[in-house]
């Protein structure tokens, strides 16, 4: 197979230490992948609350697509999250994309404003989800219900609700590495549509998680319903965080991507 560029984008409060197990797998495969912390996760210097728009969240994966040759492309994949920085970085460069790859992730529309999705997933989440999840970063905040914009992933909840069919090792892992994160929801509310000419443009495929108990199966199919995305496969027995409990299944989802969407 002809080697391919794979650029992964991890979701809130995560960063790039969460594709270790799937990195490797696709060099070995003979594939180029990029990794990326976006604005204020992972190892990057900002803090979650300087950020104040999905373009700043996002500026590391834009900086690198910018980078890319005028006829080459690259696959993006993301999780969680990653699907609105996938959804900007397709809006702004849809010529240097050839797939897009929705793992578990939030896809938008072009009908609503962007913060649309991720508005009726918060709704639809159980009051229980939270658990042990701090809200954090308010004080920079007037109003109440920004204060909820900011948040941290506590052990009780990653172990029930995000990570509940992952190693344990890997469980660990992400209680020492995860930040504060945002959905960015109020700054969206009052971004600009994504469109049809270019976001609508690039193709898309988006990968079930049949596990998920962060955004269930069902809504996940809701979102693809949604905005009419086509090209769907399915990893049975995978929680919201694949690239741990199911790596070899991811690894053949992004394959076949690189197969048959390049």
């Known amino acids: 197979m002809e ?19 799937i990195q490797p797998l696709l060099e ?39 980078c890319v040759g005028p006829n080459e492309k690259v696959i993006l994949v993301g999780h969680s999250f990653g699907g609105m920085s996938l959804a900007l970085a397709m809006e702004k460069f849809p010529h240097n994309i050839s797939a897009s790859v929705f793992l578990t992730a939030l ?13 009726q997933f918060l709704e639809s989440l159980p009051k229980e989800f939270w658990m042990d999840t701090q809200s954090c970063g ?18 009780k909840c990653m172990a029930n609700f995000i990570y ?3 190693p344990s090792e890997d469980l660990a892992l992400g209680k ?9 929801v109020e700054e969206l509310a009052k971004a600009e549509k994504f469109t049809e ?3 609508g443009s690039v193709k898309k495929v988006y990968v079930i998680c049949g596990e998920d108990k962060t955004i269930p199966k069902h809504f996940q199919k809701w979102m693809i319903q949604n905005y009419g995305i086509q090209n769907v496969m399915e990893i049975e027995g995978a929680d919201h965080m ?18 048959n969407f390049t």
Not at 107 to 119: C, G, K, R
Request: glycine share 6%.
């Open 107 to 119: 896809a938008p529309d072009t009908h609503h404003h962007p913060s649309y999705v991720s508005e």
């Open 164 to 166: 509940h069919l992952s």
């Open 197 to 199: 000419e270019n976001y």
């Open 3 to 21: 080697q391919r560029h794979f650029v992964l984008v991890h979701g809130a409060c995560h960063g790039a230490w969460c594709w270790y197990k």
């Open 138 to 155: 308010y004080e920079n905040r007037v109003d109440d219900e920004a204060s909820s914009s900011y948040f941290l992933f506590g052990p």
């Open 176 to 184: 020492s590495l995860v930040r504060p994160g945002s959905l960015l």
């Open 242 to 259: 694949p690239m741990f409990s199911k790596p070899l299944q991811v690894l053949q989802c992004l394959l076949q991507v690189a197969h």
């Open 28 to 66: 070995a495969a003979g594939h180029r992948v990029t990794v990326l912390d976006m604005a204020g996760a992972g190892v990057h210097r900002k803090a979650i609350q300087e950020v104040k728009s999905l373009e700043e969240y996002s500026e590391p994966l834009l900086k690198t697509m910018a």
